[in-house]
């Protein structure tokens, strides 16, 4: 028993560690926000209205791009028998969120132990487990692994790309890349073109049957994608086309705000890697196989960098093969400690390790406070509904509020109903029938408030003990219909 115990942990240890880390962010932080919310919906729809299409929010709540359902049919055909047993049991649909990020989770982090195994096999056993120390002290991608994005689902085809390419199965990696870039994400193109170029001079491919091998995959691709979208959609649609067309082409991502050309390297990547971003340029230098690696996931980052609209997400997909070239330089700076400067570099490495770790569990308090919209509508539920009442419960969620925390899984059945239309001034609000308004505006006529839910503002640093302190303020609030008798006699909180 003890001998299978052990093997066990050999096999599924590190997969262990890394999905009990994604686990706990998922119950701690179930909520989702804006960027999230077209993948969240579609999930919702499908788990819930099936094949009744005209119920589903994307049609009344498009988006600004439309974006594709395959990943979302994926992900909730996964999670469909544990949803489907939930609602035999009749258990509140906010469970079914927990169940749809959990299955994206291990999606994820199965295509991560692809890469992983491959890792051991090229590297060996120490580099894989520094590659998953590096993993689990880091904040960002344990956390997005479950959040149902565009570049989250574009992650695992990536994973795949990277593993293959590992085991220089070479037009395998690159249909990988074509199938994300064509389906997910289409700036994996700016990956797809530095790797299929090293290959090509490299001689690792030859150029003609590059053109065979993936001129099939993109048409494949193109006429799934197609297909599927088009049905869901409900007209002729190949989504990432237009997504490209809008942030490319028309550059209006730049809309939704710039930063400058050095963002990536200065700010996104050191809070996406934490330790793992000296090491790694410490490993480019210690390992000559890691510079083939890291110069198209290198270039990807740099390409992506001439776009004036930047996000951390947008590079999640270059922290893998990062954290390789760290886990590379943490093996050879572990196996030397003893020696002569060596020895000096390792108490250096163990502190950016607890350094990684502390700003992980900050990041993480900070996260966690940052659906506030969600937790409201959770007190709303346990305090709002009236004992023995047949009247339906009318709740407006202004777009704040939409953006910040609720989804369609937060939602609870009769007597409660919601609506999320948009642009009804607040003075109009009370000439509605509401009973409640979840709100950002602190105070609407003919409403009052009754209670403010705190989020997230920002990090104090101070000379006493604790020296960070996560500053929060009211960002959401709860307002109940002054005509409504039953809303009044309550007992609530209050805003002040």
């Given at each position: 028993?003890?001998?299978?115990?052990?093997?066990?942990?050999?096999?599924?240890?590190?997969?262990?560690?890394?999905?009990?880390?994604?686990?706990?962010?998922?119950?701690?932080?179930?909520?989702?926000?804006?960027?999230?919310?077209?993948?969240?919906?579609?999930?919702?729809?499908?788990?819930?209205?099936?094949?009744?299409?005209?119920?589903?929010?994307?049609?009344?709540?498009?988006?600004?791009?439309?974006?594709?359902?395959?990943?979302?049919?994926?992900?909730?055909?996964?999670?469909?028998?544990?949803?489907?047993?939930?609602?035999?049991?009749?258990?509140?649909?906010?469970?079914?969120?927990?169940?749809?990020?959990?299955?994206?989770?291990?999606?994820?982090?199965?295509?991560?132990?692809?890469?992983?195994?491959?890792?051991?096999?090229?590297?060996?056993?120490?580099?894989?487990?520094?590659?998953?120390?590096?993993?689990?002290?880091?904040?960002?991608?344990?956390?997005?692994?479950?959040?149902?994005?565009?570049?989250?689902?574009?992650?695992?085809?990536?994973?795949?790309?990277?593993?293959?390419?590992?085991?220089?199965?070479?037009?395998?990696?690159?249909?990988?890349?074509?199938?994300?870039?064509?389906?997910?994400?289409?700036?994996?193109?700016?990956?797809?073109?530095?790797?299929?170029?090293?290959?090509?001079?490299?001689?690792?491919?030859?150029?003609?049957?590059?053109?065979?091998?993936?001129?099939?995959?993109?048409?494949?691709?193109?006429?799934?994608?197609?297909?599927?979208?088009?049905?869901?959609?409900?007209?002729?649609?190949?989504?990432?086309?237009?997504?490209?067309?809008?942030?490319?082409?028309?550059?209006?991502?730049?809309?939704?705000?710039?930063?400058?050309?050095?963002?990536?390297?200065?700010?996104?990547?050191?809070?996406?890697?934490?330790?793992?971003?000296?090491?790694?340029?410490?490993?480019?230098?210690?390992?000559?196989?890691?510079?083939?690696?890291?110069?198209?996931?290198?270039?990807?980052?740099?390409?992506?960098?001439?776009?004036?609209?930047?996000?951390?997400?947008?590079?999640?997909?270059?922290?893998?093969?990062?954290?390789?070239?760290?886990?590379?330089?943490?093996?050879?700076?572990?196996?030397?400690?003893?020696?002569?400067?060596?020895?000096?570099?390792?108490?250096?490495?163990?502190?950016?390790?607890?350094?990684?770790?502390?700003?992980?569990?900050?990041?993480?308090?900070?996260?966690?406070?940052?659906?506030?919209?969600?937790?409201?509508?959770?007190?709303?539920?346990?305090?709002?509904?009236?004992?023995?009442?047949?009247?339906?419960?009318?709740?407006?969620?202004?777009?704040?509020?939409?953006?910040?925390?609720?989804?369609?899984?937060?939602?609870?059945?009769?007597?409660?109903?919601?609506?999320?239309?948009?642009?009804?001034?607040?003075?109009?609000?009370?000439?509605?029938?509401?009973?409640?308004?979840?709100?950002?505006?602190?105070?609407?006529?003919?409403?009052?408030?009754?209670?403010?839910?705190?989020g997230f503002s920002r990090v104090h640093l101070r000379t006493g003990f604790p020296p960070i302190l996560l500053v929060k303020e009211p960002k959401v609030y709860i307002h109940g219909n002054v005509r409504n008798k039953d809303v009044m006699h309550r007992n609530w909180p209050g805003c002040s």
């Amino acid at each position: 028993m003890a001998s299978k115990s052990s093997n066990f942990l050999e096999c599924y240890g590190y997969d262990l560690l890394l999905g009990s880390i994604a686990a706990f962010y998922v119950f701690m932080a179930p909520y989702t926000k804006v960027e999230e919310s077209f993948n969240v919906q579609a999930m919702h729809d499908i788990l819930y209205h099936r094949h009744h299409l005209d119920n589903y929010d994307h049609l009344e709540f498009p988006g600004v791009v439309p974006r594709t359902f395959l990943g979302a049919l994926l992900v909730s055909s996964l999670a469909a028998p544990s949803v489907l047993a939930m609602e035999l049991l009749h258990v509140s649909k906010i469970y079914s969120l927990f169940a749809v990020r959990l299955a994206l989770g291990g999606v994820i982090l199965s295509t991560l132990r692809f890469f992983r195994l491959q890792v051991r096999r090229k590297f060996g056993l120490q580099v894989e487990a520094f590659f998953a120390i590096l993993t689990a002290v880091q904040f960002h991608l344990l956390f997005y692994c479950t959040r149902p994005l565009p570049n989250v689902l574009a992650l695992g085809v990536v994973n795949l790309a990277y593993g293959y390419w590992l085991k220089e199965k070479f037009y395998a990696a690159i249909n990988c890349l074509i199938f994300a870039t064509v389906i997910f994400r289409c700036d994996i193109l700016l990956l797809l073109c530095p790797l299929g170029l090293e290959l090509l001079l490299t001689r690792r491919i030859s150029l003609w049957n590059a053109l065979k091998c993936c001129s099939l995959c993109a048409l494949l691709c193109i006429g799934l994608t197609v297909l599927v979208d088009s049905i869901m959609w409900k007209r002729l649609l190949w989504p990432e086309f237009e997504v490209f067309w809008f942030n490319s082409v028309l550059n209006r991502s730049s809309e939704w705000g710039t930063h400058p050309f050095h963002w990536y390297f200065t700010s996104a990547l050191p809070r996406l890697l934490l330790a793992a971003y000296p090491l790694f340029l410490l490993g480019v230098l210690l390992d000559r196989r890691v510079l083939l690696f890291i110069l198209p996931v290198f270039s990807f980052v740099l390409l992506y960098s001439k776009l004036p609209h930047k996000e951390l997400r947008f590079i999640i997909i270059s922290v893998p093969i990062f954290n390789l070239s760290a886990a590379i330089a943490a093996t050879r700076v572990y196996n030397n400690r003893k020696k002569t400067y060596w020895k000096f570099l390792y108490p250096i490495m163990l502190g950016l390790l607890l350094i990684s770790l502390g700003c992980t569990v900050i990041t993480f308090m900070a996260s966690n406070e940052n659906y506030p919209s969600g937790h409201a509508l959770k007190h709303l539920h346990v305090t709002g509904q009236f004992a023995n009442s047949t009247n339906e419960l009318w709740v407006h969620i202004d777009t704040f509020s939409a953006m910040n925390g609720i989804s369609r899984f937060c939602e609870n059945k009769f007597p409660w109903r919601y609506s999320k239309e948009e642009g009804i001034p607040p003075e109009e609000l009370c000439q509605r029938n509401f009973t409640y308004l979840i709100n950002e505006h602190p105070a609407i006529d003919g409403f009052k408030c009754l209670l403010a839910e705190n989020g997230f503002s920002r990090v104090h640093l101070r000379t006493g003990f604790p020296p960070i302190l996560l500053v929060k303020e009211p960002k959401v609030y709860i307002h109940g219909n002054v005509r409504n008798k039953d809303v009044m006699h309550r007992n609530w909180p209050g805003c002040s």
